[in-house]
């Protein structure tokens, strides 16, 4: 299988509503400052089996978990932070490599892992396994996201007075709600945290899309790949993402990005800015084994709701890679797989998005 990247479309993801909830999928009171690629492509499957049932959500689906010889039709980031001004381009911020600052200078080394979120310059630093000097560095959200100083200078005047060292990018509250017994009409009175953006600050998501050469064909109901999957994120844009929804969170404006451009490919040694679920080839061929490979782990789980099924039911656990890992590529492409976590007697499967959006790191920077 070899699958050919035609065309990278970058998409701004402009908040109508100033929280969201993305949390831990166990229950509990974390919350994420992005979207993960896998619960974006989850929320996209559920749009369309709510709008064209259970045909549409297979037809979609099929390529992704049944690739044929030249791959899926797209393949998608998560939704992360981003700083888009109404009078500048837009300062995307990329999740850390996970390679990058263990070879740093010991000095260095705690302030660059600490950084979660780096902006474009750093991140293009990263893939050249370069470090920037303390002077470069202007530091956000605690020492949690980062930018060079070049980028922040470059900001218009305004924001610059807004955005000085440590000021957060975003907060985690805790908004008030009340739940009521069906039965004995009681009241509960509980808080549930969610992650808002300031309002003086134009903080937005982005997301981006590599498209396959099977990104024009006729996908379903006379729409290329291409046009159905923008016609979803436009709908989710409009019912929202994540935990909230009901009560008008995570609410967005989709727009198509013109500035932008990542060398979006396979080579020796790539960074994801998806979640990765390997192949058992793959980790036979040592995807995560050897220099450069790192990563960080995360549990997956969630619930499954299906008509006729009975009540919500926890999906089976899966264990991904998480945006930002090294993966020792070998010139692969697609990297990964969907994984059917639907618990036992469901009438239908429950698909993990688990596809990379692999970026090549300089293989001769990082073997120096």
Not at 312 to 321: F, H, I, Q, S
Request: glycine share 12%.
């Amino acid at each position: 299988m070899a699958m050919a990247i035609r065309q990278v479309t970058f998409y701004r993801l402009q908040p109508i509503s100033r929280f969201f909830r993305v949390g831990d999928p166990f229950g509990g009171e974390g919350v994420r400052e992005f979207i993960p690629s896998d619960t974006l492509f989850a929320a996209m499957v559920a749009r369309i089996a709510e709008r064209g049932g259970p045909d549409a959500a297979r037809a979609f689906v099929r390529p992704f978990a049944e690739p044929g010889p030249e791959g899926p039709p797209f393949l998608l980031t998560g939704v992360f932070p981003a700083l888009a001004p109404a009078d500048g381009p837009t300062l995307r911020f990329f999740p850390r490599p996970e390679s990058w600052g263990l070879r740093a200078e010991p000095e260095a080394w705690p302030r660059l892992r600490r950084l979660r979120w780096l902006s474009e310059g750093l991140f293009r630093l990263a893939l050249e396994n370069r470090t920037p000097g303390e002077g470069d560095l202007h530091r956000l959200h605690e020492g949690h996201a980062g930018m060079r100083k070049d980028e922040w200078t470059a900001l218009p005047r305004g924001l610059r007075r807004r955005l000085p060292e440590e000021r957060p990018l975003w907060e985690v509250e805790r908004r008030p709600a009340v739940a009521v017994d069906r039965y004995g009409r009681r009241s509960a009175f509980y808080r549930i945290s969610a992650v808002r953006f300031p309002t003086d600050l134009p903080v937005a998501g982005w997301m981006a899309i590599a498209w396959s050469a099977g990104a024009d064909e006729i996908a379903w109901a006379g729409r290329t790949w291409r046009e159905w999957a923008e016609e979803v994120l436009s709908e989710l844009g409009e019912s929202g993402l994540g935990g909230l929804r009901s009560r008008g969170g995570g609410a967005f404006r989709v727009e198509r990005d013109p500035q932008g451009a990542l060398p979006v490919g396979s080579g020796a040694a790539v960074v994801s800015l998806a979640r990765y679920l390997p192949t058992r080839e793959e980790l036979q061929a040592g995807a995560l084994e050897g220099d450069p490979a790192a990563y960080a782990l995360v549990e997956v789980g969630g619930w499954m709701r299906a008509p006729g099924f009975g009540p919500d039911r926890p999906r089976r656990t899966a264990v991904l890679l998480e945006a930002g890992a090294v993966i020792r590529a070998g010139g692969r492409l697609p990297l990964g797989r969907m994984i059917d976590i639907r618990p036992p007697g469901a009438p239908h499967p429950s698909w993990r998005y688990g596809l990379a959006f692999p970026i090549p790191l300089n293989a001769a920077a990082w073997e120096a």
